[in-house]
């Protein structure tokens, strides 16, 4: 049996070269390292709590651990992983360990499986992930909010499309609110998953069924912080739920983000004008000496493409497996881990871009009325003065027809002529440009400025909650 192996007893051939490198997962498990040896810390808790092994072997393995939890952040364990020759990283550990404790490192596996320590470790993967995540959604969010409550000071109006064609206008402190509403609600689906990361701990387990030494699993839920230990063993091994519910909110969370990109691109070029990104954020070009790009918000949408590529992947590894342990789920976890370390730099890199994006008020002003946006306002005014909704629809269509085709806006002159048309014995007021019609907006939830403020408000405290909440 090869010492980087963890198997092999039974074996008389040794294990082809090549198929061994297709099964390695070293690469892809790496920045497991300091969750494996935190779970392997609490493993070793657990046989020395249970008298399996005695004090010093529990002392020898502890001080192993500890040595090669110091190992990592400087990349020095990584490079002795891959010069190990082990399979993945929990390999690379054991082997380590018994370099470094010779005669404590035979006993570190005892009553463990890989299966149950995957399913630990990527447990906590998830809560710290999660709770990244959480942190760098609440920032974006909260950014977000401040921005949206200086436009909102300002009454910055522009008009809102839908389409991509003009729609109604709407206060700029508007759209920063849904801006902060969509990392509000990531922030709250990464608190949760966080949570639930924290409820069972798959830790003691075994391969599928338990194990026959007694094992004292509260002492692995006490160590690693977890409620209780987990129900049943062969659920537990093959259970990818939180993974997968973590990958999942880092590729809605990038989601939100991309969508948020692909309207800043667009306000950037100088077409829309509405924004503008800063030189320290925007990017040159190699050929065109007056070129400068908005890369981070085009990068984050891709990357968000890659991270939602990722969740797909995932999904699709479980289609049809059966319970209990796979190989495939080798491949699951690769995905998660590329999905969400992928995901998390993106959001961070749109979290680090957003500041740097200057408003142009005047250039969103200027046009905030084209495109007749106020047509419904008109449409609307004609409906409280008792016109039915579908003939107040109808004459105001037709004068935005008359208007388009005389290439004006709509006027004081047209109200009065829908006021007639309508049979109305006395004329009607309504909004005629952007910032009237926003302030004359009556629903809650609205682009007034008035339920712009309830709004942001109520947004503040509830995302106080949420970023008060995200777990260590
Ligand atoms: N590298 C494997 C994985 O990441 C470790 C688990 C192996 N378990 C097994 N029964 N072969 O899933």
Redesign the pocket.
């Known amino acids: 049996m090869s010492d980087s192996l963890q198997w092999g007893g039974r074996f008389e051939a040794a294990p082809d070269a090549a198929l061994l490198a297709f099964g390695s997962?070293l690469e892809d498990?790496l920045v497991l390292a300091a969750f494996d040896v935190a779970c392997s810390q609490a493993h070793v808790a657990t046989l020395a709590a249970s008298r399996i092994i005695d004090v010093g072997t529990a002392y020898a393995l502890d001080a192993a651990l500890r040595m090669i939890a110091d190992e990592i952040p400087s990349g020095e364990f990584a490079a002795q992983a891959r010069a190990s020759g082990a399979?993945?990283v929990?390999g690379a550990i054991e082997a380590r360990v018994r370099t470094i404790a010779p005669a404590a490192g035979e006993w570190l596996h005892a009553g463990r499986s890989?299966?149950d320590q995957?399913a630990t470790t990527l447990a906590l993967y998830a809560r710290d992930r999660a709770t990244r995540g959480a942190r760098i959604c609440a920032t974006i969010a909260q950014f977000a909010l401040a921005s949206a409550r200086q436009a909102l000071a300002d009454e910055t109006v522009l008009a809102a499309t839908t389409h991509w064609q003009p729609a109604q206008p709407i206060l700029l402190a508007f759209w920063l609110g849904a801006v902060a509403e969509m990392f509000l609600r990531a922030t709250r689906r990464f608190n949760r998953v966080a949570a639930d990361a924290r409820e069972f701990c798959p830790l003691g387990s075994g391969a599928c069924s338990g194990s026959t030494l007694p094992l004292d699993r509260g002492v692995a839920v006490h160590e690693l912080d977890f409620g209780a230990p987990s129900r049943n063993a062969l659920d537990a091994i093959g259970d990818r739920d939180i993974a997968l519910d973590l990958l999942h909110a880092v590729a809605r969370a990038t989601l939100s983000a991309s969508r948020v990109s692909e309207e800043l691109v667009l306000w950037c070029a100088p077409a829309f004008g509405y924004a503008r990104l800063d030189d320290a954020a925007s990017t040159g070009s190699s050929l065109m000496p007056q070129k400068r790009n908005p890369d981070p918000f085009e990068l984050v949408r891709a990357a968000a493409s890659s991270a939602n590529g990722s969740y797909t992947a995932a999904l699709a590894s479980l289609d049809g497996l059966a319970l209990s342990?796979h190989?495939d789920?080798?491949e699951t976890?690769a995905q998660v881990i590329r999905g969400t370390e992928r995901g998390l730099a993106a959001l961070e890199a749109f979290a680090a871009a957003l500041p740097h994006v200057g408003w142009n008020a005047e250039a969103m002003e200027s046009r905030a009325g084209d495109g007749y946006v106020v047509a419904t306002d008109i449409a609307d005014a004609l409906i409280a003065r008792g016109v039915s909704a579908r003939q107040a629809h109808l004459l105001v269509g037709n004068a935005v027809s008359i208007a388009e085709k005389a290439g004006r806006a709509l006027t004081q002159r047209d109200l009065t002529a829908l006021a007639k048309k309508a049979k109305l014995a006395e004329p009607f007021k309504a909004p005629l440009d952007a910032l009237a019609s926003v302030r004359a907006k009556q629903t809650t939830g609205s682009t007034s400025p008035a339920a712009v403020k309830r709004a942001l408000d109520e947004l503040e405290e509830v995302l106080e909650r949420e970023a008060g909440n995200s777990p260590r």
Do not use: A, I
Request: glycine share 0%; aromatic share 8%.
């Open positions: 997962s498990d399979e993945d929990h890989r299966n995957v342990y190989r789920l080798q976890k």
